[in-house]
């Protein structure tokens, strides 16, 4: 069975440039979440969605970072305009369900983002 | 004061040591915790998972929780250099969010 697959592995950009990150889960996975991980820290939650709804958006940053999930299965994070502080490791994970009370959550290999 | 409290290290062992992993945490709603193993330009992966106060063995690796002092470990036995990566801790509770220790930097050295 595949696992959470994210592209691109590796991205550079300079600062003010636009950036996207895709993100397709474990088939049958209705629950998707983007992480953020800076550099020796542990991956902070941007937003989480449930089929192709966002239940919860709340440490995205919305005036740079948007994201996606229209059909429910795979999805974008973007970023616009890109910052230097913005270069970290971002992070798709994708569990069976809602995660409360228990649960594991699958990890991508994430992507690397360097703002120059 | 975070609610997980990691030391993030180094740790570095030689080959075959005992190594001991811990985390702290202050929130008494959590309930089951989870340990997480990432090796260097990969995602996390799920290692241990536990529910409830005590011991839960896997192999060389046994996860502790002492819910009474909000304090869990996980101990390595016999480590190997395959071991060396960065663990994280994470704490989950009756909601669906789980939160995430610094994480802790071992190197076993053969």
């Known amino acids: 069975e595949a696992g959470v697959v994210q592209s691109p592995r590796y991205k550079i950009i300079e600062k003010k440039q636009p950036v996207a990150f895709w993100c397709n889960p474990i088939s049958g996975h209705n629950t998707l979440y983007w992480y953020l991980q800076n550099l020796g820290q542990g991956p902070e939650l941007l937003i989480r969605y449930e089929n192709e709804e966002a239940v919860d958006d709340s440490q995205l940053p919305k005036d740079r970072f948007s994201a996606e999930r229209l059909k429910g299965v795979d999805s974008t994070l973007k970023i616009q305009p890109a910052e230097l502080g913005d270069s970290a490791v971002y992070l798709c994970?994708?569990?069976?369900?809602?995660?409360?009370?228990?649960?594991?959550?699958?990890f991508g290999e994430g992507s690397r983002l360097t703002v120059l | 004061q975070k609610e997980v409290e990691q030391d993030p290290g180094p740790l570095s062992v030689p080959e075959g040591a005992i190594v001991s992993l811990n985390c702290t945490y202050s929130?008494?709603?959590?309930?089951?915790f989870m340990w997480y193993r990432q090796y260097s330009r990969k995602g996390p992966e799920l290692l241990m998972y536990t529910y409830s106060s005590g011991n839960k063995e896997d192999g060389r690796f046994t996860a502790q929780v002492d819910k009474s002092s909000k304090y869990i470990s996980l101990f390595i036995r016999d480590s190997q250099p395959s071991d060396s990566a960065t663990y994280l801790c994470?704490?989950?509770?009756?909601?669906?969010?789980?939160?995430f220790g610094k994480g802790t930097l071992l190197t076993v050295n053969p």
């Open positions: 994470i704490c989950g509770g009756s909601n669906y969010k789980l939160t």
């Open positions: 929130n008494s709603a959590f309930q089951y």
């Open positions: 994970a994708s569990s069976p369900g809602r995660l409360a009370g228990g649960g594991e959550l699958f």
